[in-house]
Structure formats: C-alpha cells, structure tokens
C-alpha cells in the first residue's frame, strides 16, 4: 500500500482518516463554524481530519441552483479556516485554469466524479505536487479507474487517494458495489468512501438533487467491513436549509456519535485483515 502523507496525517497507514464539512462555503460564518465544531469532534474521538468545501459546485442540476463563493472569496474562506484552525484542507477543482491559485492554499484537489476522466485536469492537478483525490465516476467501473489514477501518477506525483461514490442505477438513484473497494484498493492506493454522496438521489427533486441521509450509517458500516482508509462525509448543522446537498449531508450534531461507532468497526476490522 502507498501511504500518502498530508501534513502530518498518513491515510493508508492504519488510523481511519475524516474528510467532512460542508458541500459548498455558504457563508464565512458558518465554513468557521462548522469547521471549528468538526476539529472538536474528531480531536475528542482521536480521529485525523481534513475539512473539506467547496468554492464553486460547478455541476449543479440547475442554472438557478446556488454554486458558492467562487474562487477568489471562497480561497480567502478557506485560507482563513486552515490559519486558525491549523487544519490540512480539500476542495474542488472543475478547471485547470484555478490549479495555481488552489495549490497555494489547500492540501488536497479533490477531481470532481462527472470529470474523473478529464485527461487535461488530471495531469495538471498531478502537477501541482498536492495530494490528489479522485472520485470514481457514476459512470464507472472500478476497473476503469486505474486509467484515471494512471494520468495524476504520469506526472511523478504518487500522493493520491481514490473515492467511491456510488454508480448509476437506472434513473435517479445510485447504488453502492462492495466489490468496488478491494478492487480499488488492490491498484496500491488508499481508498475513501464518500458515504454522503452515495445516498444522493441526482436530480430527485426535479432542479435539484435529493437524497436518503438516513442509510449514511449503514453504508459507512458497510465500506469499513470492506477495509477502506477514509470516510468522506458532507455536514450542515441545519441540513434541510442547506444551500447545497441538504437531503444527502449527516446533522453536524450527529456526528460524534457516528464518528465514535465507526472508529470502534475500524478498529476491529483492521485485526481480521
């Protein structure tokens, strides 16, 4: 296994690695807040952290659906979260054009799934020197992302992380293949499961994507008997009024308690395999 190393966090390395906070930055105010909730959380269960939003969603349903900060303010909120809270971060990148001001403040590029075959995208982000996230296409097999982990590692940039989450299946819905994650890891990398997304319903509520949070749990016990490194959760304090992916993100004040049981199957699980 390739361990990548992110600050001072190894993922692949034996410790169940967080990657959480909310889909898009909404405000300043609230990126602090929810950030600063999440380092309280994951310290107290003694758990590694990156927080994870974004500045712009760029794939959204709908011309009207909100996208976010945009690159300039929503760097400026994310350079202000990593400085007073001394926290690696993860964002995503829809074009190569935003690499060179991305890199200068995040830890992590995050290839979003839709552009996950995106030659240009992957092989500038590898570039960077950053650790790059991939997301597996819905549209994929997971066989087919060994192509996609090939063009970030072209560049000499081995510090990269694969992500799950979910397939397509038939109209509206995902659903989440086991087999996935030791197929994946078995190309060497670690592997997150991003459990918020895998519960999205694209397009379920006609301009917007809807969502089953309730199964967050059961899949996230499910992909850590499957020996993943990571779990990759969306958070809101107020998921309901979420500007973004309110129906798939977990309560921010249920998280401890997820955290804490997930923890404990991690931990028993890495003593069977």
């Avoid at 993860?90 to 935003?98: M, R």
């Avoid at 560049?155 to 397509?168: A, D, K, P, Q, Y």
């Avoid at 993943?228 to 309110?246: K, W």
């Amino acid at each position: 296994m390739n361990i990548v190393e992110i600050e001072n966090i190894k993922v692949g390395g034996g410790e169940l690695l967080v990657i959480a906070g909310p889909c898009v930055i909404e405000s300043e105010k609230l990126t602090l807040n929810i950030a600063e909730e999440l380092k309280k959380i994951t310290e107290k269960v003694s758990l590694p952290f990156i927080f994870k939003a974004s500045y712009d969603k760029a794939n959204r349903t709908s011309i009207r659906s909100f996208r976010g900060p945009g690159l300039k303010e929503g760097l400026r909120i994310l350079k202000k979260v990593k400085d007073l809270f001394e926290i690696p971060l993860l964002t995503d990148v829809h074009c190569t054009s935003h690499l060179k001001e991305v890199k200068e403040v995040v830890d992590v590029i995050q290839i979003p799934a839709f552009l996950s075959r995106q030659t240009d995208l992957l092989v500038e982000a590898g570039k960077t020197g950053r650790a790059v996230n991939i997301k597996k296409g819905q549209f994929l097999s997971p066989h087919q992302m060994r192509f996609a982990l090939e063009k970030v590692t072209s560049t000499g940039n081995h510090r990269v992380l694969l992500t799950e989450r979910g397939t397509f299946f038939g109209y509206g819905d995902l659903v989440v293949d086991m087999r996935n994650f030791p197929i994946m890891r078995s190309f060497g990398y670690p592997v997150i499961f991003d459990v918020t997304h895998s519960v999205q319903s694209p397009g379920g509520l006609g301009e917007a994507s809807g969502g089953r949070r309730e199964f967050v749990p059961y899949l996230a016990r499910a992909g850590i008997a499957c020996g993943v490194d990571g779990i990759f959760l969306e958070t809101h304090p107020e998921p309901d009024n979420a500007l973004s992916d309110g129906p798939n993100m977990w309560p921010l004040k249920e998280m401890e308690g997820l955290l804490k049981e997930l923890k404990e199957l991690f931990a028993l699980v890495k003593c069977k395999i």
